[in-house]
């Protein structure tokens, strides 16, 4: 092929030096003579090479400089001569050494360095003296089939910065189509010696390619797209350019850092090329230079991309609330699902937690209680189960669910109801927590045995470690209609969602309604709230649905004087809107006390409804609810009496 030279220069290689050969040139600057009576040049010039790209080789003089011992004339002419070449011809050139035997490791590595190219060598050729990085090699086979490294004949060794790292970057669209006119070449690992490892199509042709499709999903990949199946781990980047060389395949692909950091990607071979597509930032992916694991999720059938990104949007989504909450989780945009007030967890504690679950392929929800010594709250568990029910629904990868302190018997019964391991920190014998120097985390199966040696740290292979006791494979659950789950599932201080499906699927959610028992429920009261706003809508009275959702969207009892003439089974209902993840304890309390009232109970047992409560009528929370309490008997006076009795015992509540 014919190759663009640079302008004439002392130094440079005239175009009679520059021998086209079968695969690609020939480049010296010994006399046109002695080239031609060299054997090594025609044996050179007639190896076949990989479809794709471009093969060069370099007389006595420029090898010598490769090879370090050669004076620095050699090392001039080749970099004259690799600087007027384009991008696009360097990004796919490789260089074959002039005598492949008796090239010990340490030599081949320091050719791809001093070239900033892939060299090639066969394996049988190489003489001892050290071990190749695998991170910097990509095999092939007798036929120069790409194929695992540690079975490959021959192998490319990549330099640790590439001449030409960011290929077609300042290429128009006329340029970029057409290098895609023809698939591009599988066998690209480029180290762009920033710490950035760049495989498959260069990050300006995944743009003109996939930039499109790619927008139109624009979110970081995480642990929950992942199949429910178990992923292949792959020795380095070379092997994930063969798991992935056949086209049709499509993948996801997780890689961990050595920092602990994971990045979720998709590997697409189609009738481009090979792409590994990052949809967080739009482009191709830029991997880490030294990950410590590398894991291939195939996914069967072929498909256009904008298809599979269809399906991803489609794809379940685990929604979160005002009790359940998504926190950052470091690089990449993974997040730790937080059961309670993200606030409870200290900045170190935090820490420690996002750096170990950076670094698993699963989802990681920590339950923030207060204390070590602070069992989850009922609506903890109330929301941690909701959770976990989103979680089955969805398929992938289960939890890995963390607790500080012991766990509970409703603990251990929601997390063996959804197969969900634990970690948590048991109290020691010797009683009390103090500094935690004597606590160590412990991880348990869903069946409550102990898995993993305990540890003083939460670290990333603990978590794995415990994370490898979870079922793998796709989890089922019994079928439940869609319009039900998706209103289950929707937070229900989120009031414009909520008033949408109502208004939507009302009467056929009400008839629905009896299948919440299919879902084998630990907790009863979960979805209390979600019927009682059924309920109360099914009343069509605009007073009392319009009381309902101020009570869900403000958490405020204002709304009460409004409906205290209309009986106490409403006020129950509204009642009921307070219990699940929500569980809102002091205005339950309240409200059932005066549904008590008004249905005309003794004041034992208005007493009663508030006592059973008190757990959530803290002493110095109490106030306001006695304030509110009071104002009501202005607005509704025929009713100031039980408003007074139910301040007082609020306030006398032990």
Known sequence: MNLPLIAPHPNAVCIDHVLPTRAGAHVHTEPISVRDEDPGVRRLAGLPGRDGHIYLSFGTEIDAALDASGGGRGKAVLYQFLRGLPAEVT?????????????TPAGVVARADLAGLPVEVPRAA???????????????DAAMRLTPVADAETVWVVPARHWAPDAYAGAGPAALAAALRTPYPTARLVL?????????????????AHGAALAALRRPLGPRDLPGTTGTTLGGYGDLLAATAEPGTRAFVTVRAAAGAQLTVLALHDRHGLSFLDPAT??????????????????EGAAELTDWLAELRTAPVINHSSTVHAVPAGAHGRTIDVVGSPGALSELFRAELTAAAEGVDAPVVVVATEKQSTAPSTGQLLGLEWLLLQHRFAGGAPPIVVIRGDTTPTVSDVLGRYGVPVVHQPRTTGGGFGLNLDNLWAGRDAAGNPVAAPVRALTPDFLRAVGATRPRAARTARPVDERLRSFLFTPLEDVPAIRSAVAAHGSALRTLLPRISDLGLVQ???FAGWEAILRIEE???????????????TGSLAFVPSVLDKGPDVLTDLADLTKGPLDDGARRAILGALAKGV??????????????????????????????????????????????????YVETCP
């Open 126 to 140: 190489l003489a001892s003296g050290g071990a190749l990085d695998p991170g910097r090699l990509i095999g092939f």
């Open 599 to 648: 249905g005309g109970a003794p004041l034992a047992e208005v007493r009663q409804e508030i006592y059973r409560h008190s757990v959530y009528l803290p002493e110095t929370g109490r106030t306001d609810l006695i304030r509110e309490l009071q104002g009501f008997a202005a607005r509704a006076p025929e009713h100031s009496a039980l408003f007074e009795q139910v301040a007082i």
């Open 524 to 526: 009863a009261d979960l």
């Open 539 to 553: 009343r069509a009275d605009p007073v009392v649905t319009e009381a309902a959702y101020a009570s869900l969207g």
């Open 91 to 103: 990004d796919r050139a490789v260089v074959r050494p002039r005598e492949a035997g008796g090239l």
């Open 192 to 208: 762009d010696g920033e710490g950035g490892v760049h495989l498959g199509l260069p990050a300006a042709l995944v743009t003109h």
């Open 282 to 299: 739009g482009t191709a992916a830029v991997f880490p230079a030294e990950p410590a694991a590398i894991t291939l999720f195939p996914v």
